[in-house]
C-alpha cells in the first residue's frame, strides 16, 4: 500500500483528469465534428471517465480500509 501522500498525488491526477475528459467531451458535443465521429469519441471519453471513477472509488475504499479518512 502506498504512503498517504502518494495516494493524495493519485487521486489528485484522477481528478484533473476526469475535469479534462469532461471538458473534451463538451468540446466534442458543440463543434460541428461529424455526428458518428463525434459520437465515438465521446463514448471513449465516458469509458475512461468511467475506469478513472471506478479508480478513485478503490482508492477512497483501500483509504477507508486501512484506516485513513478523509
Known amino acids: 500500500m502506498p504512503d498517504p ?3 493524495r498525488e493519485v487521486v489528485h ?3 484533473n ?12 458535443r458543440k463543434s460541428n465534428f461529424e455526428s458518428e465521429l463525434g459520437e465515438e469519441m465521446v463514448d471513449i471519453i465516458r469509458n475512461n471517465v468511467e ?8 482508492l477512497s475504499e483501500s483509504r477507508e480500509t486501512n484506516g485513513h479518512r478523509p
Open 51 to 58: 475506469r478513472a471513477t471506478e479508480t478513485l472509488k478503490e
Open 13 to 15: 491526477d484522477l481528478r
Open 5 to 7: 501522500t502518494d495516494l
Open 17 to 28: 483528469r476526469l475535469s479534462a475528459i469532461s471538458s473534451a467531451a463538451n468540446a466534442i
